[in-house]
């Protein structure tokens, strides 16, 4: 049976993903330049890693010369849990099983299915983790628009999504309808940030983002401006997210492996602090909370506490 986009989202939708979009393959040129001059202010602190494959970030074909479609998928991950009074908060992305295995193993699932209709099939499966411009092809995929805070944020459910996506060397129907931006005058995301992270509309600086600071930088120390806005925060941070207003229309996702682990939203500081590597290890083992490393943890645990 010949392959449909049709059929495809179909399928998508079966196995649990938010939504579809099916794109031609090709250039980011405007995206592209403005990553380069961002990258160029050096607003990624340090991500150091997001300097390298620039042309692969902006063109699909030089991640994968016989590209000719890319099939973009949203994840719900929205659980409808809160923070304890006490403890360490975490980002609500990381509270259940690593999105990077689950969407991956969706997109896996997807994949199968597809070579069944066609054998031939070859593909790119990607979820954050190769040089792909996952939120700019979601917006040109019609699955939402990129908001002020710089997250994709979608009609249906709001900006808590995951973004996965298949890079595939047969031509498909495309979707054609972009999502206008929303956002209209709001400001309530830059007003909210503690830090100032979010400099201008659509622009942050990684080096004041509370996020980026306890889940990505190496330093002994925090920044002082983190540091003196932790605010209970132990791994990442959703204050953007939760005074978007388009989350009002959040609802429960269909993934059991996005509920918090252990029922837990907090960590206890001090046992995070006290923690031996083979517990955390063991603790953290398929979480996204092991990107920061048990030292940023403790160190970020120590911030808490204070």
Not at 121 to 134: A, E, G, L, W, Y
Not at 152 to 173: A, H, N, Y
Not at 286 to 295: E, N, P, Q, T, V
Request: net charge negative.
């Amino acid at each position: 049976m010949p392959l449909t986009s049709a059929s495809i989202k179909q399928n998508a939708l079966e196995l649990g993903f938010q939504s579809v979009g099916i794109v031609a393959a090709g250039a980011l040129d405007s995206e592209a330049k403005h990553l380069g001059e961002w990258l160029a202010r050096g607003l990624h602190a340090s991500m150091s890693w997001m300097e390298n494959h620039v042309d692969k970030r902006g063109d699909v074909h030089q991640l994968m010369p016989n590209a000719r479609s890319i099939i973009v998928t949203t994840s719900n991950y929205f659980t409808p849990h809160e923070h304890l009074d006490t403890g360490g908060k975490i980002s609500r992305y990381a509270w259940g099983d690593d999105y990077h295995d689950v969407v991956r193993e969706k997109l896996l699932a997807l994949l199968a299915w597809m070579r069944e209709q066609d054998a031939s099939v070859n593909s790119k499966i990607c979820v954050d983790t190769v040089p792909f411009m996952d939120k700019a092809w979601a917006v040109r995929a019609g699955l939402g628009w990129l908001g002020k805070h710089s997250n994709l944020i979608t009609k249906d459910v709001g900006s808590w999504v995951f973004i996965g996506s298949l890079i595939v060397d047969v031509e498909l129907e495309y979707d054609s309808e972009i999502v206008e931006d929303h956002c209209g005058t709001c400001t309530a995301c830059l007003d909210a940030c503690p830090t100032n992270a979010i400099v201008a509309p659509y622009v942050v600086d990684s080096a004041k983002c509370i996020s980026h600071a306890t889940i990505e930088l190496r330093d002994e120390e925090l920044p002082k401006a983190v540091a003196d806005n932790i605010d209970g925060w132990l791994y990442g941070c959703d204050i953007c997210q939760d005074v978007c207003p388009w989350n009002r229309f959040e609802s429960p996702t269909i993934e059991d492996r996005f509920e918090p682990r252990n029922g837990e939203t907090t960590l206890d500081p001090d046992i995070v602090i006290n923690m031996s590597h083979e517990k955390y290890v063991g603790r953290f083992r398929g979480s996204a909370i092991k990107r920061a490393k048990l030292s940023g943890l403790q160190r970020n645990a120590k911030y808490v506490v204070k």
